[in-house]
Protein backbone atom coordinates (compact mmCIF):
# COMPACT_ATOMS: atom_id res chain seq x y z
CA UNK A 1 0.00 0.00 0.00
CA UNK A 2 1.19 3.51 -0.77
CA UNK A 3 2.78 5.33 1.89
CA UNK A 4 0.87 8.41 3.46
CA UNK A 5 -2.85 6.46 2.76
CA UNK A 6 -4.92 6.85 6.07
CA UNK A 7 -5.77 2.91 6.73
CA UNK A 8 -8.95 1.85 6.65
CA UNK A 9 -8.25 -1.65 7.87
CA UNK A 10 -5.10 -2.79 9.76
CA UNK A 11 -5.12 -6.23 10.71
CA UNK A 12 -2.21 -7.25 13.31
CA UNK A 13 -1.12 -10.36 13.52
CA UNK A 14 -4.51 -12.04 13.04
CA UNK A 15 -4.84 -15.55 14.27
CA UNK A 16 -7.71 -17.97 13.39
CA UNK A 17 -8.18 -21.70 14.43
CA UNK A 18 -11.07 -24.04 14.78
CA UNK A 19 -11.21 -26.68 17.05
CA UNK A 20 -12.30 -30.15 15.64
CA UNK A 21 -12.60 -33.24 16.73
CA UNK A 22 -9.36 -33.93 14.96
CA UNK A 23 -7.44 -31.28 16.42
CA UNK A 24 -6.75 -27.56 16.67
CA UNK A 25 -7.35 -26.54 12.31
CA UNK A 26 -4.87 -23.55 11.87
CA UNK A 27 -7.06 -21.55 9.16
CA UNK A 28 -5.61 -18.04 9.63
CA UNK A 29 -1.71 -17.95 11.30
CA UNK A 30 0.00 -14.52 12.10
CA UNK A 31 -1.67 -12.83 8.80
CA UNK A 32 -0.55 -8.55 8.47
CA UNK A 33 -2.73 -6.62 6.23
CA UNK A 34 -3.48 -3.05 5.59
CA UNK A 35 -5.74 -1.68 3.68
CA UNK A 36 -5.57 1.93 2.81
CA UNK A 37 -8.69 4.32 1.72
CA UNK A 38 -10.04 4.12 -1.24
CA UNK A 39 -7.81 0.91 -2.20
CA UNK A 40 -8.52 -2.43 -3.25
CA UNK A 41 -6.46 -4.94 -1.86
CA UNK A 42 -6.70 -8.24 -3.61
CA UNK A 43 -6.32 -11.39 -1.61
CA UNK A 44 -5.33 -14.29 -3.73
CA UNK A 45 -4.67 -18.27 -3.11
CA UNK A 46 -5.95 -21.55 -3.74
CA UNK A 47 -8.82 -23.30 -2.34
CA UNK A 48 -8.70 -24.18 1.24
CA UNK A 49 -5.92 -21.72 1.78
CA UNK A 50 -7.93 -19.29 4.65
CA UNK A 51 -8.91 -16.33 2.35
CA UNK A 52 -12.23 -17.04 2.58
CA UNK A 53 -12.08 -17.26 6.57
CA UNK A 54 -9.89 -14.06 6.85
CA UNK A 55 -12.56 -12.44 5.22
CA UNK A 56 -15.50 -13.68 7.37
CA UNK A 57 -13.19 -13.21 10.48
CA UNK A 58 -13.20 -9.62 9.77
CA UNK A 59 -17.08 -9.19 10.32
CA UNK A 60 -16.77 -11.78 12.74
CA UNK A 61 -19.12 -13.88 11.03
CA UNK A 62 -17.25 -17.33 11.40
CA UNK A 63 -19.25 -20.05 12.97
CA UNK A 64 -18.85 -20.10 17.10
CA UNK A 65 -16.05 -22.60 17.02
CA UNK A 66 -13.35 -20.47 15.76
CA UNK A 67 -11.37 -18.61 17.83
CA UNK A 68 -9.16 -15.51 16.81
CA UNK A 69 -6.44 -13.31 18.21
CA UNK A 70 -4.29 -10.42 17.67
CA UNK A 71 -6.26 -7.58 16.54
CA UNK A 72 -8.17 -6.25 13.28
CA UNK A 73 -8.36 -2.41 13.40
CA UNK A 74 -10.90 -0.83 11.48
CA UNK A 75 -10.59 2.93 10.98
CA UNK A 76 -8.75 2.72 14.32
CA UNK A 77 -11.47 0.11 16.87
CA UNK A 78 -10.49 -2.72 17.68
CA UNK A 79 -13.29 -5.06 15.76
CA UNK A 80 -12.36 -8.48 18.06
CA UNK A 81 -12.52 -6.19 21.20
CA UNK A 82 -16.20 -5.09 20.46
CA UNK A 83 -19.57 -6.42 21.75
CA UNK A 84 -21.59 -8.59 19.82
CA UNK A 85 -24.23 -5.81 19.12
CA UNK A 86 -21.73 -3.15 18.27
CA UNK A 87 -20.14 -5.71 15.54
CA UNK A 88 -23.87 -6.00 14.34
CA UNK A 89 -23.90 -1.87 13.78
CA UNK A 90 -20.40 -2.07 11.91
CA UNK A 91 -21.99 -4.94 9.40
CA UNK A 92 -23.57 -3.50 6.38
CA UNK A 93 -23.39 0.14 7.26
CA UNK A 94 -19.73 0.30 7.77
CA UNK A 95 -18.48 -2.60 6.30
CA UNK A 96 -20.56 -4.81 3.84
CA UNK A 97 -19.82 -8.44 3.28
CA UNK A 98 -20.68 -10.66 -0.28
CA UNK A 99 -21.00 -14.08 -0.18
CA UNK A 100 -19.04 -16.32 -1.93
CA UNK A 101 -21.78 -18.33 -3.54
CA UNK A 102 -24.45 -16.62 -5.26
CA UNK A 103 -27.01 -19.33 -5.18
CA UNK A 104 -27.20 -20.22 -1.84
CA UNK A 105 -26.88 -16.55 -0.58
CA UNK A 106 -30.43 -15.49 -1.44
CA UNK A 107 -33.14 -16.57 0.98
CA UNK A 108 -35.39 -18.87 -0.96
CA UNK A 109 -38.70 -17.90 0.68
CA UNK A 110 -38.66 -14.44 -0.01
CA UNK A 111 -38.90 -12.24 -2.88
CA UNK A 112 -35.62 -10.73 -3.85
CA UNK A 113 -37.07 -7.22 -3.05
CA UNK A 114 -37.96 -7.98 0.14
CA UNK A 115 -34.51 -9.13 0.51
CA UNK A 116 -32.42 -5.82 -1.01
CA UNK A 117 -35.25 -3.93 1.37
CA UNK A 118 -34.48 -5.38 4.10
CA UNK A 119 -30.69 -4.44 3.91
CA UNK A 120 -31.52 -0.94 2.89
CA UNK A 121 -34.08 -0.49 6.03
CA UNK A 122 -31.47 -1.96 8.79
CA UNK A 123 -28.88 0.43 6.96
CA UNK A 124 -30.25 3.17 5.78
CA UNK A 125 -32.40 5.66 7.89
CA UNK A 126 -35.23 6.00 4.94
CA UNK A 127 -38.81 6.97 5.05
CA UNK A 128 -41.17 3.85 4.15
CA UNK A 129 -41.71 4.94 1.14
CA UNK A 130 -38.42 6.19 -0.23
CA UNK A 131 -36.76 2.67 0.65
CA UNK A 132 -38.29 1.13 -2.21
CA UNK A 133 -37.00 4.03 -5.06
CA UNK A 134 -33.14 3.74 -3.52
CA UNK A 135 -33.83 -0.25 -4.18
CA UNK A 136 -34.58 0.42 -7.46
CA UNK A 137 -31.98 2.71 -7.85
CA UNK A 138 -29.71 0.25 -6.40
CA UNK A 139 -30.73 -2.42 -8.63
CA UNK A 140 -30.47 -0.16 -11.80
CA UNK A 141 -27.31 0.86 -11.24
CA UNK A 142 -26.32 -2.19 -11.63
CA UNK A 143 -27.65 -2.97 -14.78
CA UNK A 144 -31.14 -4.83 -14.58
CA UNK A 145 -33.13 -4.00 -17.39
CA UNK A 146 -35.94 -4.79 -15.51
CA UNK A 147 -35.49 -3.63 -11.55
CA UNK A 148 -39.51 -3.99 -11.03
CA UNK A 149 -39.59 -7.81 -12.08
CA UNK A 150 -36.63 -8.13 -9.94
CA UNK A 151 -38.07 -7.16 -7.16
CA UNK A 152 -40.93 -8.93 -7.50
CA UNK A 153 -39.79 -12.16 -8.11
CA UNK A 154 -38.33 -15.05 -6.32
CA UNK A 155 -34.48 -15.73 -6.46
CA UNK A 156 -34.71 -19.13 -8.43
CA UNK A 157 -36.59 -17.00 -11.06
CA UNK A 158 -32.88 -15.37 -11.56
CA UNK A 159 -29.70 -16.42 -13.40
CA UNK A 160 -26.65 -16.71 -11.50
CA UNK A 161 -25.78 -13.10 -12.58
CA UNK A 162 -28.87 -11.53 -11.52
CA UNK A 163 -28.26 -13.04 -8.13
CA UNK A 164 -25.05 -12.18 -7.82
CA UNK A 165 -26.04 -8.53 -8.70
CA UNK A 166 -28.90 -8.79 -5.85
CA UNK A 167 -26.20 -9.51 -3.36
CA UNK A 168 -24.01 -6.69 -4.59
CA UNK A 169 -26.97 -4.39 -4.19
CA UNK A 170 -27.45 -5.87 -1.21
CA UNK A 171 -24.04 -4.98 0.18
CA UNK A 172 -24.15 -1.41 -1.33
CA UNK A 173 -27.15 -0.57 0.24
CA UNK A 174 -25.43 0.70 2.99
CA UNK A 175 -23.18 2.53 1.67
CA UNK A 176 -20.18 1.09 3.43
CA UNK A 177 -16.50 2.59 3.38
CA UNK A 178 -15.04 -1.11 3.49
CA UNK A 179 -16.21 -3.86 1.01
CA UNK A 180 -15.46 -7.47 1.34
CA UNK A 181 -16.37 -9.72 -1.80
CA UNK A 182 -15.88 -13.02 -1.12
CA UNK A 183 -15.21 -14.44 -5.06
CA UNK A 184 -17.78 -11.99 -6.61
CA UNK A 185 -17.24 -13.49 -10.09
CA UNK A 186 -17.06 -17.17 -9.44
CA UNK A 187 -18.72 -18.95 -11.96
CA UNK A 188 -20.03 -16.33 -13.99
CA UNK A 189 -19.55 -15.88 -17.83
CA UNK A 190 -16.84 -13.35 -18.94
CA UNK A 191 -19.57 -11.00 -20.19
CA UNK A 192 -21.19 -10.94 -16.65
CA UNK A 193 -17.62 -10.63 -15.12
CA UNK A 194 -17.23 -7.86 -16.83
CA UNK A 195 -20.56 -6.07 -15.46
CA UNK A 196 -19.54 -7.10 -12.40
CA UNK A 197 -15.82 -5.60 -12.09
CA UNK A 198 -17.57 -2.57 -13.98
CA UNK A 199 -20.18 -2.54 -11.14
CA UNK A 200 -17.92 -2.80 -8.34
CA UNK A 201 -15.64 -0.24 -9.77
CA UNK A 202 -18.36 2.06 -9.90
CA UNK A 203 -19.41 1.66 -6.84
CA UNK A 204 -15.87 2.13 -4.70
CA UNK A 205 -16.02 5.44 -7.19
CA UNK A 206 -19.03 6.38 -5.58
CA UNK A 207 -18.62 5.77 -2.26
CA UNK A 208 -14.76 6.15 -1.90
CA UNK A 209 -14.58 2.96 -0.09
CA UNK A 210 -11.71 0.23 0.02
CA UNK A 211 -12.18 -3.62 -0.74
CA UNK A 212 -10.94 -6.82 0.47
CA UNK A 213 -11.49 -8.73 -3.32
CA UNK A 214 -11.08 -12.68 -2.27
CA UNK A 215 -10.28 -14.55 -5.28
CA UNK A 216 -8.44 -16.72 -7.56
CA UNK A 217 -8.96 -14.82 -10.92
CA UNK A 218 -5.77 -13.29 -11.45
CA UNK A 219 -7.41 -11.53 -14.27
CA UNK A 220 -9.99 -9.98 -12.14
CA UNK A 221 -7.43 -9.08 -9.27
CA UNK A 222 -5.11 -7.48 -12.11
CA UNK A 223 -8.11 -5.17 -12.83
CA UNK A 224 -9.45 -4.01 -10.06
CA UNK A 225 -6.56 -4.25 -7.14
CA UNK A 226 -3.71 -1.72 -5.91
CA UNK A 227 -2.40 -4.23 -3.69
CA UNK A 228 -2.64 -7.76 -3.80
CA UNK A 229 -1.44 -10.47 -0.63
CA UNK A 230 -1.14 -14.30 -1.17
CA UNK A 231 -1.67 -16.99 1.14
CA UNK A 232 -0.61 -20.10 1.69
CA UNK A 233 -1.54 -22.68 4.01
CA UNK A 234 -3.01 -20.32 6.12
CA UNK A 235 -0.32 -17.58 5.64
CA UNK A 236 0.58 -14.98 3.86
CA UNK A 237 3.79 -15.49 1.77
CA UNK A 238 4.14 -12.62 -0.14
CA UNK A 239 1.95 -8.89 -0.02
CA UNK A 240 2.51 -5.54 -1.94
CA UNK A 241 1.83 -3.28 -4.45
CA UNK A 242 0.20 -5.17 -7.03
CA UNK A 243 2.89 -4.29 -10.42
CA UNK A 244 5.84 -4.66 -8.18
CA UNK A 245 4.21 -8.01 -6.85
CA UNK A 246 3.37 -9.28 -10.38
CA UNK A 247 6.15 -7.77 -12.16
CA UNK A 248 8.73 -9.42 -9.41
CA UNK A 249 7.04 -11.89 -8.27
CA UNK A 250 9.70 -13.58 -5.54
CA UNK A 251 8.13 -16.36 -3.57
CA UNK A 252 8.74 -19.60 -5.34
CA UNK A 253 4.31 -20.57 -4.63
CA UNK A 254 3.67 -16.94 -6.50
CA UNK A 255 6.00 -17.51 -9.23
CA UNK A 256 4.15 -21.48 -9.56
CA UNK A 257 1.04 -20.09 -9.29
CA UNK A 258 1.82 -17.55 -12.00
CA UNK A 259 3.01 -20.50 -14.17
CA UNK A 260 -0.06 -22.39 -13.60
CA UNK A 261 -2.11 -19.81 -15.52
CA UNK A 262 -3.67 -20.50 -18.79
CA UNK A 263 -1.84 -18.03 -20.81
CA UNK A 264 1.68 -19.12 -19.12
CA UNK A 265 1.44 -22.63 -20.05
CA UNK A 266 -0.92 -24.04 -17.45
CA UNK A 267 2.23 -25.46 -15.55
CA UNK A 268 1.19 -27.66 -12.84
CA UNK A 269 2.88 -27.47 -9.21
CA UNK A 270 3.07 -30.71 -8.18
CA UNK A 271 1.72 -32.27 -4.68
CA UNK A 272 -0.59 -30.76 -2.50
CA UNK A 273 -1.06 -27.93 0.63
CA UNK A 274 -0.28 -29.60 3.65
CA UNK A 275 -2.20 -30.11 6.03
CA UNK A 276 -4.02 -27.31 8.60
CA UNK A 277 -4.12 -29.66 11.19
CA UNK A 278 -1.02 -30.59 11.89
CA UNK A 279 1.70 -28.27 10.34
CA UNK A 280 5.18 -28.82 9.30
CA UNK A 281 7.54 -26.63 12.07
CA UNK A 282 9.52 -25.56 8.55
CA UNK A 283 8.66 -23.74 5.93
CA UNK A 284 4.93 -25.11 4.65
CA UNK A 285 5.70 -24.78 1.45
CA UNK A 286 8.90 -26.85 1.61
CA UNK A 287 7.45 -30.37 0.69
CA UNK A 288 6.20 -28.60 -3.37
CA UNK A 289 8.87 -25.98 -3.16
CA UNK A 290 10.85 -26.39 -6.83
CA UNK A 291 13.73 -24.31 -5.15
CA UNK A 292 14.05 -25.82 -1.98
CA UNK A 293 17.37 -25.69 -0.59
CA UNK A 294 18.20 -27.39 2.59
CA UNK A 295 17.63 -24.43 4.89
CA UNK A 296 14.12 -24.41 4.24
CA UNK A 297 13.93 -27.65 6.37
CA UNK A 298 15.64 -26.27 9.57
CA UNK A 299 13.39 -22.99 10.03
CA UNK A 300 10.07 -21.76 9.47
CA UNK A 301 10.75 -18.31 7.38
CA UNK A 302 9.16 -14.85 8.78
CA UNK A 303 8.50 -11.94 6.47
CA UNK A 304 11.25 -10.08 4.91
CA UNK A 305 10.78 -6.89 3.54
CA UNK A 306 12.24 -6.95 -0.12
CA UNK A 307 11.80 -3.16 -0.36
CA UNK A 308 9.68 -0.38 1.49
CA UNK A 309 6.29 -2.26 1.03
CA UNK A 310 6.88 -5.34 -0.73
CA UNK A 311 6.46 -8.16 2.21
CA UNK A 312 8.02 -11.74 1.29
CA UNK A 313 7.79 -14.95 3.38
CA UNK A 314 10.82 -16.92 2.09
CA UNK A 315 14.10 -18.04 3.74
CA UNK A 316 15.96 -17.58 0.39
CA UNK A 317 14.88 -13.94 0.14
CA UNK A 318 16.75 -13.03 3.03
CA UNK B 1 -44.82 -34.30 -11.40
CA UNK B 2 -48.11 -33.86 -13.29
CA UNK B 3 -49.79 -37.42 -11.63
CA UNK B 4 -48.33 -36.23 -8.48
CA UNK B 5 -50.57 -32.84 -8.42
CA UNK B 6 -53.36 -34.37 -9.93
CA UNK B 7 -53.50 -36.87 -7.33
CA UNK B 8 -52.39 -33.64 -4.57
CA UNK B 9 -55.38 -32.17 -5.77
CA UNK B 10 -57.94 -34.97 -6.28
CA UNK B 11 -57.00 -36.08 -2.41
CA UNK B 12 -57.53 -32.42 -1.30
CA UNK B 13 -60.97 -32.13 -3.09
CA UNK B 14 -62.25 -35.66 -1.42
CA UNK B 15 -60.74 -34.18 1.98
CA UNK B 16 -62.05 -30.65 1.57
CA UNK B 17 -66.32 -32.23 0.61
CA UNK B 18 -65.86 -34.36 3.68
CA UNK B 19 -64.85 -31.71 6.05
CA UNK B 20 -68.23 -29.58 4.77
CA UNK B 21 -70.83 -31.94 6.53
CA UNK B 22 -68.19 -31.85 9.76
CA UNK B 23 -67.51 -27.84 9.96
CA UNK B 24 -71.77 -27.22 9.35
CA UNK B 25 -72.75 -30.23 11.42
CA UNK B 26 -74.90 -27.61 14.01
CA UNK B 27 -76.64 -26.39 11.21
CA UNK B 28 -76.89 -29.57 9.38
CA UNK B 29 -77.52 -32.19 12.36
CA UNK B 30 -79.20 -30.35 14.83
CA UNK B 31 -81.00 -32.73 16.53
CA UNK B 32 -77.96 -34.86 17.83
CA UNK B 33 -78.57 -34.58 21.67
CA UNK B 34 -82.71 -35.45 21.29
CA UNK B 35 -83.78 -38.54 22.75
CA UNK B 36 -86.44 -40.35 21.96
CA UNK B 37 -87.53 -43.45 23.93
CA UNK B 38 -90.11 -44.41 21.34
CA UNK B 39 -86.85 -44.97 18.92
CA UNK B 40 -84.68 -46.86 20.89
CA UNK B 41 -81.88 -49.21 19.11
CA UNK B 42 -83.05 -48.73 15.75
CA UNK B 43 -81.16 -50.52 12.66
CA UNK B 44 -79.78 -48.16 9.80
CA UNK B 45 -82.96 -47.14 7.92
CA UNK B 46 -84.08 -44.38 5.48
CA UNK B 47 -85.26 -42.23 8.53
CA UNK B 48 -81.87 -42.98 10.76
CA UNK B 49 -78.86 -43.57 8.16
CA UNK B 50 -76.52 -44.88 11.23
CA UNK B 51 -79.57 -46.15 13.33
CA UNK B 52 -80.46 -44.90 16.98
CA UNK B 53 -78.94 -45.65 20.30
CA UNK B 54 -80.09 -46.92 23.79
CA UNK B 55 -81.40 -43.05 24.53
CA UNK B 56 -82.89 -43.01 20.94
CA UNK B 57 -80.42 -40.27 19.23
CA UNK B 58 -80.10 -40.65 16.26
CA UNK B 59 -76.32 -41.58 15.22
CA UNK B 60 -75.67 -40.31 12.10
CA UNK B 61 -76.01 -36.36 13.47
CA UNK B 62 -74.35 -37.56 16.69
CA UNK B 63 -70.96 -38.98 15.12
CA UNK B 64 -71.10 -36.21 13.15
CA UNK B 65 -71.74 -33.64 16.28
CA UNK B 66 -68.97 -35.64 17.88
CA UNK B 67 -66.40 -35.42 15.02
CA UNK B 68 -66.50 -31.51 14.82
CA UNK B 69 -66.46 -31.44 18.55
CA UNK B 70 -63.00 -33.22 18.47
CA UNK B 71 -61.72 -31.38 15.20
CA UNK B 72 -62.08 -28.16 16.40
CA UNK B 73 -60.43 -29.87 19.66
CA UNK B 74 -57.53 -31.36 17.48
CA UNK B 75 -56.95 -28.37 15.44
CA UNK B 76 -57.01 -25.94 18.45
CA UNK B 77 -54.37 -28.35 20.29
CA UNK B 78 -51.82 -29.06 16.81
CA UNK B 79 -52.02 -24.50 16.30
CA UNK B 80 -50.99 -24.40 20.66
CA UNK B 81 -48.20 -27.13 19.65
CA UNK B 82 -47.18 -25.19 16.66
CA UNK B 83 -46.65 -21.89 18.57
CA UNK B 84 -45.31 -23.62 21.18
CA UNK B 85 -42.69 -25.61 19.69
CA UNK B 86 -41.84 -22.83 16.84
CA UNK B 87 -40.68 -20.82 19.67
CA UNK B 88 -39.01 -23.60 21.58
CA UNK B 89 -37.74 -25.37 18.65
CA UNK B 90 -36.00 -22.35 17.11
CA UNK B 91 -34.68 -20.41 20.29
CA UNK B 92 -33.22 -23.56 20.59
CA UNK B 93 -31.52 -24.68 17.31
CA UNK B 94 -30.65 -21.48 16.86
CA UNK B 95 -28.76 -20.21 20.37
CA UNK B 96 -27.60 -23.72 20.66
CA UNK B 97 -25.53 -24.40 23.88
CA UNK B 98 -26.91 -24.63 27.16
CA UNK B 99 -30.64 -23.93 26.32
CA UNK B 100 -30.62 -26.54 23.52
CA UNK B 101 -28.94 -29.24 25.87
CA UNK B 102 -31.97 -28.35 28.23
CA UNK B 103 -34.49 -28.38 25.51
CA UNK B 104 -33.09 -31.99 24.66
CA UNK B 105 -33.44 -33.04 27.43
CA UNK B 106 -37.12 -31.89 28.49
CA UNK B 107 -37.72 -33.49 24.69
CA UNK B 108 -36.23 -36.76 25.25
CA UNK B 109 -38.19 -36.79 28.72
CA UNK B 110 -41.21 -36.39 27.39
CA UNK B 111 -40.75 -38.66 24.53
CA UNK B 112 -39.98 -41.57 26.23
CA UNK B 113 -43.25 -41.54 27.62
CA UNK B 114 -45.84 -43.68 25.83
CA UNK B 115 -48.04 -40.10 24.51
CA UNK B 116 -51.65 -41.82 24.93
CA UNK B 117 -50.42 -43.39 28.77
CA UNK B 118 -48.87 -39.81 29.72
CA UNK B 119 -51.70 -38.34 28.71
CA UNK B 120 -54.39 -40.40 30.80
CA UNK B 121 -51.68 -39.69 33.89
CA UNK B 122 -52.23 -35.63 33.52
CA UNK B 123 -55.96 -36.02 33.20
CA UNK B 124 -56.08 -38.67 36.04
CA UNK B 125 -54.14 -36.08 38.02
CA UNK B 126 -55.79 -33.03 36.36
CA UNK B 127 -59.41 -34.18 36.61
CA UNK B 128 -61.35 -34.25 33.28
CA UNK B 129 -62.79 -31.51 31.29
CA UNK B 130 -62.17 -29.98 27.88
CA UNK B 131 -59.47 -27.32 29.11
CA UNK B 132 -57.02 -30.79 30.88
CA UNK B 133 -57.77 -32.62 27.68
CA UNK B 134 -56.07 -30.08 25.69
CA UNK B 135 -53.36 -29.45 28.21
CA UNK B 136 -52.48 -33.48 28.09
CA UNK B 137 -52.74 -33.74 24.83
CA UNK B 138 -50.49 -30.18 24.27
CA UNK B 139 -48.18 -31.75 26.37
CA UNK B 140 -47.32 -34.84 24.75
CA UNK B 141 -47.34 -33.87 21.39
CA UNK B 142 -45.48 -30.19 21.28
CA UNK B 143 -41.90 -31.88 21.16
CA UNK B 144 -42.87 -33.05 17.74
CA UNK B 145 -42.92 -29.92 16.09
CA UNK B 146 -40.11 -28.35 18.50
CA UNK B 147 -37.75 -31.48 17.46
CA UNK B 148 -38.64 -31.09 13.49
CA UNK B 149 -38.57 -27.21 13.63
CA UNK B 150 -35.20 -27.33 16.04
CA UNK B 151 -33.19 -29.64 13.34
CA UNK B 152 -34.38 -27.43 10.38
CA UNK B 153 -33.07 -24.09 12.00
CA UNK B 154 -29.94 -25.89 12.85
CA UNK B 155 -29.31 -26.72 9.18
CA UNK B 156 -30.32 -23.53 8.13
CA UNK B 157 -28.73 -21.45 10.29
CA UNK B 158 -25.33 -22.94 8.55
CA UNK B 159 -26.78 -21.81 4.97
CA UNK B 160 -24.73 -18.60 3.09
CA UNK B 161 -27.95 -16.50 3.14
CA UNK B 162 -28.46 -16.20 7.02
CA UNK B 163 -25.12 -15.50 6.83
CA UNK B 164 -25.42 -12.83 4.45
CA UNK B 165 -28.12 -11.60 6.76
CA UNK B 166 -26.14 -11.57 9.49
CA UNK B 167 -23.59 -9.55 7.06
CA UNK B 168 -25.75 -6.73 6.56
CA UNK B 169 -26.25 -6.25 10.27
CA UNK B 170 -29.58 -8.19 10.81
CA UNK B 171 -30.15 -8.86 14.72
CA UNK B 172 -31.30 -12.53 15.55
CA UNK B 173 -34.29 -11.88 16.18
CA UNK B 174 -35.21 -10.69 13.23
CA UNK B 175 -33.36 -13.68 11.12
CA UNK B 176 -34.99 -15.90 13.65
CA UNK B 177 -39.02 -14.51 12.14
CA UNK B 178 -38.10 -13.36 8.80
CA UNK B 179 -36.00 -15.75 7.47
CA UNK B 180 -35.70 -18.78 9.22
CA UNK B 181 -39.80 -19.45 10.17
CA UNK B 182 -40.43 -18.52 6.46
CA UNK B 183 -38.27 -21.72 5.43
CA UNK B 184 -39.84 -24.02 8.14
CA UNK B 185 -43.58 -23.98 7.07
CA UNK B 186 -42.73 -26.00 4.50
CA UNK B 187 -42.01 -29.20 6.46
CA UNK B 188 -44.65 -28.08 9.07
CA UNK B 189 -47.57 -28.14 7.06
CA UNK B 190 -47.82 -31.69 5.90
CA UNK B 191 -46.80 -32.79 9.42
CA UNK B 192 -49.73 -30.93 10.93
CA UNK B 193 -52.36 -32.43 8.39
CA UNK B 194 -50.63 -35.69 9.79
CA UNK B 195 -50.68 -35.00 13.27
CA UNK B 196 -54.90 -33.32 13.35
CA UNK B 197 -55.65 -37.11 12.34
CA UNK B 198 -53.54 -38.19 15.17
CA UNK B 199 -54.99 -35.96 17.75
CA UNK B 200 -58.46 -37.01 16.63
CA UNK B 201 -57.70 -40.28 17.35
CA UNK B 202 -56.24 -39.45 20.67
CA UNK B 203 -59.21 -38.01 21.47
CA UNK B 204 -61.30 -40.49 20.93
CA UNK B 205 -59.14 -42.85 22.91
CA UNK B 206 -59.52 -40.87 25.87
CA UNK B 207 -63.30 -40.34 25.56
CA UNK B 208 -63.77 -44.06 25.07
CA UNK B 209 -61.87 -44.35 28.56
CA UNK B 210 -63.71 -42.17 30.15
CA UNK B 211 -61.23 -39.55 30.40
CA UNK B 212 -61.85 -36.99 27.59
CA UNK B 213 -64.70 -35.68 26.35
CA UNK B 214 -68.00 -36.30 29.46
CA UNK B 215 -71.29 -37.15 28.70
CA UNK B 216 -74.00 -36.48 27.02
CA UNK B 217 -71.46 -34.11 24.76
CA UNK B 218 -71.42 -36.28 21.75
CA UNK B 219 -68.10 -37.63 21.16
CA UNK B 220 -66.86 -40.63 18.83
CA UNK B 221 -64.91 -42.50 21.58
CA UNK B 222 -68.03 -42.07 24.25
CA UNK B 223 -70.05 -43.42 21.48
CA UNK B 224 -68.21 -46.42 21.17
CA UNK B 225 -67.94 -46.98 24.92
CA UNK B 226 -71.67 -46.65 25.00
CA UNK B 227 -72.02 -48.78 22.21
CA UNK B 228 -69.78 -51.67 23.61
CA UNK B 229 -72.70 -52.54 26.28
CA UNK B 230 -75.04 -53.44 23.38
CA UNK B 231 -72.49 -54.82 20.95
CA UNK B 232 -74.17 -58.02 20.26
CA UNK B 233 -77.72 -55.84 20.27
CA UNK B 234 -76.95 -53.17 18.30
CA UNK B 235 -73.43 -53.49 16.68
CA UNK B 236 -74.32 -50.14 14.27
CA UNK B 237 -73.55 -48.33 18.01
CA UNK B 238 -70.23 -49.24 17.40
CA UNK B 239 -69.55 -49.78 13.97
CA UNK B 240 -71.04 -46.62 12.48
CA UNK B 241 -68.85 -43.93 14.69
CA UNK B 242 -66.04 -46.08 14.58
CA UNK B 243 -66.54 -46.21 10.33
CA UNK B 244 -67.04 -42.40 10.55
CA UNK B 245 -63.81 -41.67 12.58
CA UNK B 246 -61.58 -44.40 10.29
CA UNK B 247 -62.86 -42.81 7.64
CA UNK B 248 -61.37 -39.27 8.42
CA UNK B 249 -58.40 -40.72 9.68
CA UNK B 250 -57.40 -42.13 7.13
CA UNK B 251 -58.45 -39.50 4.66
CA UNK B 252 -56.25 -37.22 6.44
CA UNK B 253 -53.54 -39.32 6.47
CA UNK B 254 -53.62 -39.67 3.08
CA UNK B 255 -53.96 -36.12 2.54
CA UNK B 256 -51.27 -35.20 5.24
CA UNK B 257 -49.11 -37.85 3.00
CA UNK B 258 -49.55 -36.05 -0.45
CA UNK B 259 -48.91 -33.12 0.91
CA UNK B 260 -45.36 -34.07 2.61
CA UNK B 261 -44.72 -35.46 -1.22
CA UNK B 262 -45.77 -32.03 -2.97
CA UNK B 263 -43.50 -30.20 0.05
CA UNK B 264 -40.51 -32.67 -0.39
CA UNK B 265 -37.70 -30.73 -1.48
CA UNK B 266 -36.26 -33.16 -3.95
CA UNK B 267 -39.38 -32.71 -5.99
CA UNK B 268 -38.41 -31.48 -9.68
CA UNK B 269 -39.87 -28.12 -10.74
CA UNK B 270 -40.15 -26.34 -7.51
CA UNK B 271 -42.71 -23.67 -8.39
CA UNK B 272 -43.56 -20.62 -5.26
Redesign the interface.
Known sequence: MARGVEPVLDLVDLNVHFESRDGKVNAVCHANLTIGKGQVLGLIGETGCGKSVLGQSVLRLLPASARMSGRILFQGTDILALPQSEVRKIRGQLIAFICQNPAEALNPVLRNGTQIMESVKINRKLPRRERRDACLDLLRSLRFTDPEFCMRSYPLQLSGGMKQRVLAAMGMSGRPSLLIADEPTKGLDALVRGHVIATLERFMEATSSSALVITHDLRFASRICDSIAVMYAGEIVERGPFDEVFGHPRHPYLQALIDSQPDRGLHVLKGSTCSLIDLPPHCRFYDRCPKAVQGCREAHPETVFVNSDHEVRCLRIA | MRTNRNRLIAVSVVFLALLVPVVFSSCIFPHGNDLDMNDVLRAPSSRHWFGTDNLGRDLLERSFNGLRLSLGLALSIQVICICLGAVVGSVAGYY?GVVDRVYVLVQNVVMSFPSLIASLCLIAMLGTGIRTLVLALVVVEWVTYARLIRSEVITLK??????????????NA?ILS??IL??V??PVIPIFTLMIGHTVLAISGLGFLGFGVQPPTAEIGLMINDGVTYLTRAFWMVFCPAAVLVLYAVVMNVFGDELREWFNPQREN?V?
Do not use: F, K, M, T
Not at chain 2, 158 to 171: F, K, L, M, N, T
Open positions: GESDYIQGCRAIGASRRHPNVGVL
